[in-house]
Nanobody, 123 residues
């Protein structure tokens, strides 16, 4: 199985940038598609971005398109979410996930989840 550990969350002012990292434990990391999701209090978990095992396929939620970039470095077993032009609406706990189905938007296709990292954007 894959174990995931997110890092990089924190407090940032609106308009600022932040990079989240998700480190995977196993050498089979490159076989998995990876996704980022977020969840604010009282709201459902929301798809943010996903990337296929090779990195060739990427998808983004409309709300973050043009501002966020997902990438992966399989040699480092790490997936990144570069977040720019952050808005208060981006405030949430961000989770990374791993699964066998390319770059899915449905959280149910992901088998493994990290513990989440808090991102807070102040106005």
């Amino acid at each position: 199985q894959v174990q995931l550990a997110e890092s990089g969350g924190g407090l940032v002012q609106a308009g600022g940038s932040l990079r989240l990292s998700c480190a995977a434990s196993g050498r089979t990391f490159s076989s998995y598609a990876m996704g980022w999701f977020r969840q604010a209090p009282g709201k459902e978990r929301e798809f943010v971005a996903a990337i296929s095992w090779s990195g060739a396929i990427k998808s983004y939620a409309d709300s973050v398109k043009g501002r966020f970039t997902i990438s992966r470095d399989n040699a480092k077993n790490t997936v990144y979410l570069q977040m720019s032009t952050l808005k208060p609406e981006d405030t949430a706990v961000y989770y990374c996930a791993a699964g066998p189905v390319r770059a899915g938007r449905d959280p149910n296709v992901y088998d493994y989840w990290g513990q989440g990292t808090q991102v807070t954007v102040s106005s």
